[in-house]
């Protein structure tokens, strides 16, 4: 089976700090990102209006249970690795909890559709790519979203809000 790569484009951005974001798809789709990217680039962190409309978009996606955030629908293109920025990025823009335990993420996980058996190893790439950081060793290990971490998050969580209000 051969792939082709004609109608495929690929951007790669680098951070301050080094780590890399790399995007693949369409002609159209790398420009939506880039936009998108660079606006959140360009901004001063979090004023209030982008954290309101932040906030705005996330309660369509998310919900709480006894107080614990979680995606209300399983979306077929968001795999563990995003879920997991997304629901820090709940804590972090509604909740305004900046680290969490890793028994609070994993039940925030499970109650949202996931089945991880490990959560520290779903995040293992996700700290190695700097979207996320942990502190502490097995049952105190907190987990805290980068600048990186929260961009991603944000950019996806704005493209599943775009493509449900089609």
Known sequence: MSVDNNNKYRIKIRYPEGTE???????KFIIEQKKEILKEFGKMPNTIT?????????????DFKDNM??????????????????ILTAYKVIQKIFSISAIELSKSIKISGYAPKRIDREAISLIKDSSIRAE???RNRKYTLTDIGFTKASVKIFNIEKSNTK
């Open 69 to 86: 955030p979680y995606i209300k629908t399983r979306f077929l293109d968001l795999d563990i690795k995003m879920a997991i920025l997304i």
């Open 50 to 62: 982008e954290t309101q409309d932040l906030e705005k978009s996330m309660r369509k996606i998310i």
């Open 21 to 27: 974001l790399e995007i693949e798809g369409s002609e």
């Open 136 to 138: 502490g060793t097995k």
